[in-house]
């Protein structure tokens, strides 16, 4: 019982040491609250996979009227910026100086295989950017298709085409890229701020020979990391909020699952990226390495392999077994499903466990390698 | 003249020495060579917005030869698997919320009717758009496969066919595989991250364990010490950079196009401004972990605004604005430019310029904050 109390007092002394360090010291506050904030909104703003106003050339080779009714399509439309020009030559160049991304070529008698029905358009798209390149495709069969519609409903026929695909898309009607992107982009600040925190701490506190110093007093190890831990979690859960309000507010990401499911994974997620950064600065004692090494193994990665902007379906059986030893992953599939789809528990029950699962193996982890350190 | 050669001398002792440093302990010269060239092997892999595997599930309420033939397309297009074949509407919800199927195709009762009939028939394709862009690029495959059919079905029943076809090509890209587009783009990506910190820390480790000071009391002028502090890095990111482009040729085997030299003089220019963004950063700094942590604030916006992942142009016009200080946005522009297109210098101009000026503008700086700080 005694032993019980006394322990509870030294966690606590332990706390509010390091809290009043975290206080005093402008670093850690920097990077818990006001570098989340700077990259939430210089990422939210600044990636997107939305395509518009794609600059494009019209070659047309012999004006016609059906010609320029076509063009007039993709000039109305918000997708095209279309550049006019009567040779293939001045568009090849435009090409080639990036100054459009496609190219589309009417060719001569365009009118007369119109009326025959078999008209061809050539499509030349540049394609570098593979992604972008298949929505600009996209979007010109869809500009044709609706003139094809126009033309037929002129010429009175019932329809045009056997079989019309009705597309809907789920949890994102509007088809806005940072619906996924900023959800996603929650997952590599939290991954990044946990990871730094703690590995910066604990390497410092190496590298000063201050943590023999700790060591020397009755405190357990155990009890040092959870001294050492509890400010910085904390400290990171302010900068969550942060991320999460400009998710909602600022870049519109509906919440539709419970506030409470999304609180609860990411306090997991939190705990398993402070781990991690007190598992290498423990094993490594050596700030630079250490910070170098929590960039090269949660920041690039969570980047890379989480599913956040790649989707995983696609990528090799071995590929894809790494990421399963990847905690970003399954931070990733929770936040798209929490923010988008709801509280869909065969998604979150799965994900949540294997987030609990690391955080047990993270904390026993870092404290056999704290009690390894002290011989 | 004998100045100058002694200049030269002093030069090429102090990169030696700094080269040494680097270079003699094992664990830090695998961690400047191994990571950059694993790190290209799994992106590579995992970095691709294609898709060849797209998990789908059926309801199709009308059982007819028209509808077999349709969801044959889907199933021997070798990229669709049929992961159920659903009996009511409202089934269709629990497999896409619980991500079991990407897709939903949902064909109606009168299908076959109303083709038979002349009217034309709509398809429901219902889409987990919890990743829009992959759900996008699946959609545009059952849009190509839904056409295919059309024109089949269309020619066997007599239907007329659409007025015009789109004949799509994708230029340097043919099979518009986003590998083609990703591990160039790497080349310079993977040795930024290094580059930069090894420069930023070379001086502040210095510093902060005094010998600058010894350093300065030698008969270095500080341009020299600069330039022995440069040459290293830009070395050390060379190899890093043939590394990732050996990758690209030897394991992935994308055709480069381009010629070497045009490559190598554009690396060299994009590594000057990030030695320059170094040393700037570690004359800055006053202690190691200040330089980690200014060049880890500038690795990631850096990194992640380039254009390596998601185009410039999709970015707000301020924030496109901001991405001109950013060196590795002219460096991935003039690696894919070069490696896909073979484009030459000259085309490359306005990427080299802007570097130019990064690299005086950040060397000046340095030098002049170094000579300053000397008095």
Partial sequence: MIAWHSKLRRIRALVWKETHQVVRDPSSVAIGVVLPLILILLFGYGLSLDVSNVPIAVVIEEPSPEAMELVAGFQLSPYFHPRLMRTMRQAQQLLLEHSVDGIVRIGPDFSRHVSAGDAELQLIVHGGDANRARIIQGYVRGAVGAWSARQAVQGGAAATVPVSLQTRLWFNEADNSSYFLVPGLVVLVMTLIGGLLTTMVMAREWERGTMEALLVTPVRSGEILLGKTLPYFLLALVGFALCVLSATYLFHVPLRGALWVLLGASMLYVLVALGIGLLISSWVKNQLVASQLTMLVTFMPAFMLSGFLFDLRSTPLVVQLITYALPARYYVALLQTVFLAGNVWSVIVPNTLALAAMAGALALGSRAAMRKSLE | ?375
């Fill in chain 2, 1 to 375: 003249m004998i100045r100058l050669l002694d200049s030269l001398l002093r030069i090429v002792a102090l990169t030696r020495k700094e080269l040494l440093a680097v270079l003699k302990d094992k664990r830090s010269r695998m961690s400047l060579l191994i990571p950059p060239v694993v790190q290209a092997m799994i992106f590579g892999y995992a970095a691709t917005y294609d898709l060849n595997h797209v998990t789908y599930a059926v309801l199709d309420q009308d059982h007819s030869a028209a509808s077999r033939q349709l969801l044959a397309g889907l199933d021997g297009s070798g990229v669709f698997e049929r992961v159920a074949d659903l009996q009511r509407p409202a089934d269709i919800a629990s497999y896409i919320d619980a991500r079991r199927a990407l897709l939903v195709l949902q064909v109606n009762q009168n299908f076959e009717r109303q083709l038979l009939a002349g009217t034309g028939a709509n398809v429901q394709l219902i889409a987990d758009g919890r990743n829009s862009n992959t759900a996008g690029t699946a959609i545009g495959y059952v849009t190509s496969i839904v056409e295919q059919f059309n024109s089949d079905w269309g020619g066997e029943h007599g239907w007329t066919a659409a007025p015009i076809k789109v004949v799509d090509r994708a230029w340097y890209n043919p099979n518009l595989e986003t590998r083609w587009f990703m591990i160039p783009g790497m080349i310079g990506t993977l040795t930024l991250i290094q580059t930069m910190m090894l420069t930023a820390m070379s001086v502040a480790r210095e510093r902060e364990q005094g010998t600058f000071d010894q350093l300065l009391v030698t008969p270095f002028r500080p341009f020299e010490i600069m330039a022995g502090k440069a040459l290293p890095s830009i070395l050390v990111g060379t190899i890093q950079a043939s590394g990732v482009l050996l990758v690209a040729q030897l394991w992935f085997r994308i055709p480069f196009a381009g010629s070497y030299l045009t490559l190598y003089a554009g690396l060299m220019m994009f590594l000057l401004a990030a030695v320059g963004i170094g040393l700037l950063v570690s004359a800055v700094a006053a202690t190691m972990q200040q330089a980690m942590l200014y060049s880890m604030l500038l690795i990631m916006p850096f990194s992640l605004l380039s254009g390596l992942t998601t185009p410039l142009s999709s970015m707000p016009r301020w924030l496109q604005y901001l991405t001109a200080i950013n060196p590795l946005r002219y460096a991935i522009d003039i690696t894919r430019r070069v490696y896909l297109e073979g484009a030459g210098l000259f085309l490359l101009l306005s990427d080299l310029w802007p570097l130019a000026v990064l690299a005086a503008l950040t060397l000046w700086g340095a030098s002049w904050m170094f000579s300053h700080r000397m008095q």
